[in-house]
């Protein structure tokens, strides 16, 4: 059974030859701690990436007290090869996934698609409890329905879900803040989307922010890019010259992240990588602490004069 308690590495006084560590800082109202770093696990669900990839970068995460990972049904193969990589190392890690879809012979969003749900990730991730499970990213429309959420409800009551959430933005969320089940939170917040933030979220709620480095469009668009990222990229071209090149050691990453993680209610922020060395960048980022106030100021200011709708 997973206890989810802090690693007694968090507490150790840093040496100086000892690279940092994930801080961690009480969940919301929860009652556990989380690390401020979590590691998104979309990326690890790619058909494309070996085996020993993944292996690699749970481990580093792991051994940087990076024990937050969030995936969903819609990653890939993630949320199976993280039921294998973690096997034997799931004490001390929270697991996060997501519900509402992808349950063969349920149809998406009905209690009966959550219920199976539950069991299928219980079974995928071989764990026997969810620590968090969020209905990604639904309209209102579904959390109006009753039997969705008693069957969340009914899985928290039954032990299978720890901490049940709600994952998205815009509408959405608005009526997910109105739902009591719904104890955790997962909101883009970065340079170019503080919409959730800003509206603010109930009090004791834990709060995740995701797209914390908004995609990486700042280092270029790649093929074929989505919506979303090209909309982040618009946003992003339209910040300062001082916030799209910043005198950071690691640049704009280091920006975004210092400013998603020490934003006031965030708890944890999810970083997707495939690259230990990225990990290890943003755990030097984070123990560089807050961003100077001047920085902070600007970057709220930027996406304050243009208002910029919450990207799910
Ligand atoms: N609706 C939803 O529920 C929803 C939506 C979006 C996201 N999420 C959650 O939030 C997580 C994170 O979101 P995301 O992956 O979309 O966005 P993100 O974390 O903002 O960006 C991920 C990208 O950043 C790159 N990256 C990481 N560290 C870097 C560094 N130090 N320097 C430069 N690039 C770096 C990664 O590439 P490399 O692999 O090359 O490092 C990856 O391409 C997801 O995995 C998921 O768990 C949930």
């Given at each position: 059974?997973?206890?989810?308690?802090?690693p007694?590495a968090?507490?150790?006084?840093a040496r100086p030859?000892t690279p940092p560590a994930a801080?961690?800082?009480?969940?919301?109202?929860?009652?556990f701690?989380a690390p401020?770093?979590?590691?998104g696990?979309g990326?690890?669900?790619?058909?494309?990436?070996?085996?020993?990839?993944?292996?690699?970068?749970l481990?580093?995460?792991?051994e940087?007290g990076?024990?937050l990972?969030?995936?969903a049904?819609?990653y890939g193969r993630?949320?199976?090869?993280?039921g294998?990589?973690?096997?034997?190392?799931?004490?001390?890690?929270?697991?996060?996934?997501k519900?509402?879809y992808?349950?063969e012979?349920a149809p998406?969003?009905?209690?009966e698609?959550?219920?199976?749900g539950?069991?299928q990730?219980l079974?995928r991730l071989?764990?026997?409890?969810?620590?968090?499970?969020?209905?990604?990213?639904?309209?209102?429309?579904?959390?109006?329905?009753?039997?969705v959420l008693a069957?969340?409800?009914?899985?928290?009551?039954?032990?299978?879900?720890?901490g049940?959430?709600?994952?998205?933005?815009?509408p959405?969320?608005?009526?997910?803040?109105r739902?009591?089940l719904?104890?955790?939170?997962?909101?883009?917040?970065?340079?170019v989307?503080?919409?959730?933030?800003?509206?603010?979220?109930p009090a004791g709620?834990g709060v995740l922010?995701?797209r914390p480095?908004?995609n990486a469009?700042?280092?270029?668009l790649?093929?074929a890019?989505s919506?979303d990222?090209?909309?982040?990229r618009?946003?992003?071209?339209?910040?300062?010259p001082?916030l799209?090149a910043?005198a950071?050691?690691?640049g704009v990453?280091?920006l975004?992240l210092?400013f998603?993680?020490?934003a006031?209610?965030?708890?944890?922020?999810?970083?997707?990588?495939?690259?230990p060395?990225?990990l290890?960048?943003?755990l030097d980022a984070?123990?560089?602490?807050p961003?100077p106030a001047s920085?902070?100021?600007a970057?709220?200011?930027?996406?304050?004069?243009?208002r910029?709708p919450?990207?799910?």
């Open positions: 059974m997973n206890d989810a308690r802090p007694e968090s507490s150790a006084p030859d801080p961690r800082r009480p969940f919301g109202a929860h009652g701690d401020a770093l979590g590691l696990a990326p690890l669900g790619a058909a494309s990436l070996e085996e020993d990839a993944v292996d690699r970068v481990g580093s995460a792991l940087r990076v024990t990972i969030d995936t049904p819609s993630s949320e199976e090869r993280l294998r990589h973690l096997e034997g190392r799931r004490e001390g890690v929270l697991l996060s996934t519900l509402g992808g349950v012979g998406d969003w009905t209690g698609c959550i219920r199976r539950v069991h990730a079974r071989r764990t026997e409890r969810l620590d968090l499970a969020f209905l990604h990213s639904c309209p209102p429309e579904t959390l109006a329905r009753e039997d069957a969340l409800r009914d899985a928290v009551e039954a032990g299978d879900v720890r049940a959430g709600y994952s998205g933005d815009g959405g969320l608005r009526a997910a803040k739902e009591p719904f104890g955790a939170f997962q909101v883009s917040h970065n340079l989307d503080q919409e959730a933030l800003e509206e603010g979220l709620a922010a995701k480095l908004l469009v700042f280092a270029g790649g093929d890019p919506p990222r090209l909309e982040l618009q946003r992003f071209e339209r910040l300062p001082a799209r910043p950071l050691p690691g990453a280091e975004a210092r998603a993680a020490f006031p209610g965030v708890h944890t922020t999810l970083v997707g990588t495939t690259r060395a990225h290890e960048a943003n984070l123990a560089r602490g961003l920085l902070r100021e970057i709220r200011g930027a996406w304050a004069a243009h910029w919450g990207l799910v």
